[in-house]
């Protein structure tokens, strides 16, 4: 929506750098170039760092290093494809409201950092850059309204919210190649199902969560010690607080025994019913 608003205001002046970091969605990068190209008419430069940014997370397994090394390496790569893109003065971020009251106090605020942001206070002083986030004060539920407003598609306004730091805190423990693959491919039959039981844009948000958990099953005749995957799926307005979603147990059953029987390494699926607060709807 931050693109959108400000290629109202400036044109073919803007230039979008969509960096991936090899945590994204299923066919993310390939729907995104494509919605750029088709609707927005927005140049974008894609900048392909999945190996970099695994390599820099080997062995990390505290959530909040995981978010400061993602944040780091973000802004390195980012900064690396600003000198082949061309001259620029200003960098426009799509930062709301949210991100600033869980990253850093604001204003006196007794509120402490819940998880830190790598567009909220993860940018170096040094930038050299002047900063423009046009919707820093909105909420997640008014900037669908503005993209509604700016003729946006509706299936991107409505998607469900999805961290910056990607499916890497949606993986507890270290994230490696292979825990990548195994979520990616049980959110993608999350998606799928949401959407064709008519969930999906009902509520807030409904993924995977691939937890450090392995347990004893059975395939077949044989003896199987896999990972374990839980679902979370909650209805919120502007995601500071949320309730989780009684979801039909034909629907809760078809998500466990797709993901059970099309995901390679995962023998067992659990469904979180933790509300926000005192859980985070993202797991870190």
Known sequence: MAAALIHQA???????????????????????????????????????????????????????????????????????????VGRAKFLAQGTLYPDVIESVPIGGNPAAMIKSHHNVGGLPKNLKFELVEPLKCLFKDEVRQLGLELGVPKEIVFRQPFPGPGLAVRILGEVTPRRCEILRHADTIVVEEMKASGWYYKIWQSFAVLLPVRSVGVMGDERTYDYTVAIRAVESQDGMTADWVKLPYDLLETLSTRIINEVKGVNRVCLDISSKPPATIEWE
């Open 10 to 84: 400036i044109g073919d002046q803007l230039t979008c750098i969509f960096v991936n970091n090899g945590f994204l969605r299923g066919r993310e990068a390939q729907v995104v170039q494509e919605v750029f190209g088709r609707s927005f008419k927005i140049r974008l430069h894609y900048e392909n760092a999945a190996t970099l940014f695994l390599k820099r997370l080997k062995g990390v397994t505290d959530p909040e290093r995981k978010r400061k090394i993602i944040g780091k390496t973000f802004i390195e790569v980012f900064q690396w494809a600003t000198r082949r």
